[in-house]
C-alpha cells in the first residue's frame, strides 16, 4: 500500500510539473501582453528554460546587485546583520543623485530591513568600507559581465553596489544569478529573510501573489548615454520558479507589478 502510494505521488508530482512548464509561457506572455518587457521564466530546480518572452536585451542591473554585496558582506565579517545606518534619503556620489526612495517611516536600516526597503543610503554605506577588492569578488560573484572592481576609488565601488556603474546583465543571465544566490544562502538567513520581505512589505511588494512566497527584488537604473530609466524585478517561488523581468523605459514597480500578473496567472 506504501509503494502505491509513494508511486501515486510521484505521478501527481511530476503531472504538475510538466503542466507548470506548458502553462509558464502562455502566462508570461498575457503577463507582458502590450508592454516592451522581455523576460526569462526558469525551473529554480532544475535551471530549465520554462518560458522566454519579448526580444532580447541588456542593462545596468541597478538594485538587483544588492543581495549577492550584501551576501558576500554578511559572509566575510564586512558587516554584521545588526549593523545599522540612520537614511537621509537624500544621496549624492560623484555628482549624481541617487536618493533613497523607500518609505520615510522607518528611517534606521539594519541589514534585512535596507535590503527589503532597497536603502540606497545603507548599501553605499557598507560599499564605503568594503576594500575595492572585495567589492570586486562581490560583483565577480554574479557571474555577469563587468568592469575590473579592484582600482576602483569610492565613488565607483558605491556605484558598484548599488548597480549603477561597472555591470550589465541580460534577463537570462540574472535569472542564472539568482538562481545560484539562492542555492547557496544559508536557509532562513539574513540576505533569505530580507529577499521575502520585500515582497511582502517593501519595494517589491507590487508582485506579491496570494498563496505564493515569493523572495523579490526590484531596480530601477540607466544605461550609459540613455536619459530614461529601465526597471527590473527578480523573483524566487522556492522550488519552483526563477522569474526576471526587465522593462525599458520604467522601473522596477512596474516590473514587479508584471510579474503579478504570471504568478497570479500560476497560481490559479
Known amino acids: 500500500m506504501m509503494r502505491v502510494r509513494s508511486s501515486a505521488l510521484a505521478i501527481f508530482l511530476l503531472t504538475a510539473a510538466v503542466l507548470h512548464a506548458e502553462t509558464a509561457p502562455v502566462a508570461l506572455h498575457n503577463a507582458l501582453a502590450r508592454t516592451q518587457a522581455s523576460a526569462v521564466v526558469l525551473d529554480s530546480v532544475s535551471g530549465k528554460i520554462l518560458a522566454q518572452e519579448g526580444m532580447p536585451r541588456r542593462g545596468t542591473p541597478g538594485s538587483t546587485m544588492k543581495p549577492f554585496v550584501l551576501d558576500y558582506a554578511l559572509q566575510h565579517g564586512l558587516v554584521q546583520p545588526q549593523t545599522q545606518v540612520y537614511c537621509r534619503r537624500d544621496l549624492h556620489i560623484g555628482g549624481r543623485s541617487v536618493p533613497c526612495t523607500h518609505p520615510t517611516d522607518e528611517p534606521v536600516f539594519d541589514a ?65 544569478a539568482y538562481r545560484s544566490l539562492l542555492q547557496r544562502l544559508p536557509r532562513g538567513g539574513v540576505v533569505e529573510r530580507g529577499l521575502q520581505a520585500s515582497a511582502e512589505r517593501g519595494m517589491a ?28 524585478f527578480a523573483g524566487v517561488v522556492p522550488g519552483r520558479w526563477i522569474v526576471v523581468i526587465y522593462i525599458p523605459k520604467g522601473d522596477g514597480g512596474t516590473a514587479a507589478r508584471l510579474a503579478h500578473r504570471f504568478f497570479e496567472e500560476m497560481a490559479r
Do not use: Y
Not at 563587468?146 to 561597472?166: M, P, S, T, Y
Not at 506579491?208 to 527590473?232: C, D, F, M, V, Y
Open 112 to 176: 534585512e530591513n535596507a535590503l527589503a526597503e532597497s536603502c540606497n543610503t545603507w548599501f553605499a554605506a557598507l560599499a564605503q568600507r568594503m576594500p575595492a577588492a572585495d567589492v570586486e569578488q562581490a560583483v565577480a560573484a554574479t557571474a555577469l559581465p563587468h568592469e575590473n572592481l579592484r582600482g576602483a576609488g569610492v565613488d565607483q565601488r558605491q556605484l558598484a553596489v548599488l548597480g549603477l556603474w561597472g555591470s550589465s546583465t541580460s534577463p537570462l543571465e540574472l535569472a542564472r
Open 205 to 232: 511588494n507590487p508582485a506579491a501573489t496570494r498563496g505564493l512566497t515569493i523572495l523579490g527584488k526590484t531596480g530601477t537604473a540607466r544605461n550609459p548615454g540613455e536619459s530614461w530609466t529601465h526597471g527590473w
